[in-house]
């Protein structure tokens, strides 16, 4: 976004100044201020970009994937994420327009009753042999398709007489490879944004003393291979399908631990479901899960089960890993 004008103006200005603090203030307990550089290729982006986002004075809205990650790799305070986000969404948004009408347009069902009557006719083409072979072509391809559609046709009627029978279903067919089939993903040292800030969330809700920093470090892992070893799993600090499985937690209206319900709420939100990261499991949420499992062709329960924690996790954007 370049030339910010009217309302986001000022939103754009705030969050530019807002990702420079964090830039000028990262160098601290030992580290050196990385330079934009090397911060560009962290992030995935050019530089020239980069520092289109630092520049208060001629800004453009960085995305708000790219401030999420930008305050884990700059290790910035957490208070200031809230604000990074909202400054984000609110620069980004844009105002409804009304469709234009000037007073001198005559509207379509008021045109002159003439109008329909100036007909332009365009000479016919000659027909030379190159076209007559041209649709001699044509002719010969659409009876292939027919042909083709007639195979089809007799080879879908012959799956469903099966299915009938006994045999697969096509509802049986397509949910082998909808979101229940999705495998968990796997999360480990190094990952950072969704997937460490989801394992963190958990093992909080568990009782772990980790920061949710987005950050899967060594902290994290530690706490990943305490949380093994007190379930019977392998402790090598690595999420997996095991881990997973004992991580999560069913939340619904009865069983509803804080931060647990944070991580769905920012699982939810990431996917692109509008919900507010509270901890509290209300009525809201309940609706956003429902939108959800059923965009997803899940059971719309409400209920945070195994299927749709599986499905929100296969729901989130690209894996970084630093």
């Known amino acids: ?21 964090w830039w000028e203030l990262s160098a601290r307990e030992g580290r050196p201020k990385p330079t934009q550089q090397s911060l560009a290729g962290r992030l995935g982006i050019d530089q020239t970009t980069l520092s289109r986002y630092l520049n208060p004075r001629h800004p453009s809205t960085a995305p708000l994937r790219t401030v999420e990650l930008l305050h884990t790799v700059l290790r910035a305070p957490a208070a200031d994420l809230p604000r990074a986000r909202a400054l984000a969404e609110e620069a980004t948004a844009v105002p409804a327009r009304k469709s234009p009408h000037p007073a001198d347009a005559t509207p379509a069902d008021e045109a002159p009753a003439d109008a329909a009557a100036v007909v332009v006719v365009a000479p016919a083409p000659r027909r030379t042999a190159t076209t007559r072979t ?5 002719a010969l391809a659409f009876l292939a398709v027919l042909t083709l559609g007639g195979g089809i046709g007799l080879g879908w009627s012959a799956f469903a007489h099966r299915a009938g029978q006994g045999g697969p279903s096509v509802a049986a067919a397509a949910a082998s490879t909808g979101p229940a089939a999705s495998r968990w993903p796997l999360a ?5 944004l969704w997937k460490a800030r989801t394992v963190q969330y958990l093992l909080q809700a568990h009782g772990h003393a980790v920061e949710a920093d987005g950050d899967f470090g060594a ?15 392998l402790a090598d600090g690595k999420v997996g399908a095991q881990t997973w499985s004992h991580l999560i937690i069913r939340i619904d209206s009865h069983n509803d631990p804080k931060q647990a319900v944070v991580a769905l709420q920012y699982l939810l939100n990431n996917a692109g479901t509008a919900t507010d990261i509270t901890g509290i499991f209300t009525p809201s949420t309940t609706r956003s899960l429902d939108t959800f499992q059923r965009a997803r062709a899940l059971p719309v329960t409400g209920v945070a089960d195994p299927a749709t924690w599986r499905a929100l996790l296969a729901s989130q954007g690209p894996a970084i890993h630093r």
Do not use: I
């Open 1 to 21: 976004m370049t030339g910010p004008t009217g309302p986001d103006r000022e939103a754009v200005r705030a969050l530019a100044e807002l990702l420079r603090k």
């Open 134 to 138: 041209a649709s001699l072509r044509t």
């Open 188 to 192: 480990r040292k190094g990952d950072l």
């Open 219 to 233: 902290a994290t892992a530690a706490a990943v291979k305490t949380f093994q070893a007190a379930h019977g799993l």
